[in-house]
């Protein structure tokens, strides 16, 4: 069963495919904590969109409030909860840029109206309305007519390479189980944590 799995990513992968069989959408919704120069912490959601021992990887504008927050501060951690399962999934590590083949090899998958979206909003500025970001929008739709959108320079992924995963999961009688691993070098030590 997946959670006798000595492996930390093995049993990542093992609980991420069963909740995509069971959550009610975006299974792979995690919120992203971040912490700002004066010590402040905020926490909003992002996509995963790749995972591996090499790091969880989403996707955002390098402009924007977490993006200045990672810029002084690296530390951050990843949280997903799945509710249909009754597991939580705990991520802590330093962030870096996903490369820029790796990028702009994920900007090319999205949709064209995302890929619209993300030359149209400038997340490090307030919106005076909405009908601002649509006359935007409509620009870029001109700007860029008849060919491909390019990645725009301020939108890229970013890499959360893991030092401490912990998996927590719901047992009857209040029993929960909380599995933690904590990396050392290349070795991941494993240990059991009072729930
Ligand atoms: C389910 C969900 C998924 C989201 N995924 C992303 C994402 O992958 N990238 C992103 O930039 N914002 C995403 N957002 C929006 C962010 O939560 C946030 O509002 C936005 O990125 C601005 O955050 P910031 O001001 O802290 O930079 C998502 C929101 C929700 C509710």
Redesign the pocket.
């Known amino acids: 069963m997946a959670f006798f799995m000595n492996d930390p990513f093995q049993l990542f992968q093992a609980w991420y495919t069963e909740a995509r069989g069971t959550e009610l959408n ?1 299974s792979n ?1 995690m919120a ?1 904590a ?1 912490v700002d120069a004066a010590g402040k912490p ?1 926490v ?4 995963l ?1 790749g995972h591996g021992p090499d790091g969880f990887v ?4 390098r402009h ?6 990672m810029a002084v501060n690296p530390n951050v951690a990843l949280l997903f909860h799945w509710k249909s399962l009754r597991r939580q999934i705990r991520i802590e590590g330093p962030v870096t840029w996903a490369t820029d083949a790796e990028s702009d090899a994920y900007f090319a998958s999205r949709s064209r109206d995302s890929q619209l979206g993300a030359w149209a909003s400038d ?1 490090s500025q307030p919106l005076d309305s909405r009908a601002t970001f649509e006359a935007r929008f409509a620009e870029m739709e001109q700007r860029f007519a008849g060919q491909p959108v390019p990645r725009p320079p301020h939108w890229g992924g970013y890499r959360v390479t893991p030092e401490r995963i912990e998996f927590w999961q719901d047992r009857e009688h209040r029993l929960h189980e909380r599995r933690v691993f904590i990396r050392e070098g290349n070795e991941w030590q494993e240990g059991l944590l009072y729930p």
């Not at 909003?44 to 996509?47: A, G, K, N």
């Not at 989403?58 to 504008?61: E, L, P, V």
């Open positions: 975006d919704a992203l971040t905020s909003r959601m992002v996509l969109k989403f996707y955002t504008n924007g409030r977490k993006a200045g927050n997340q």
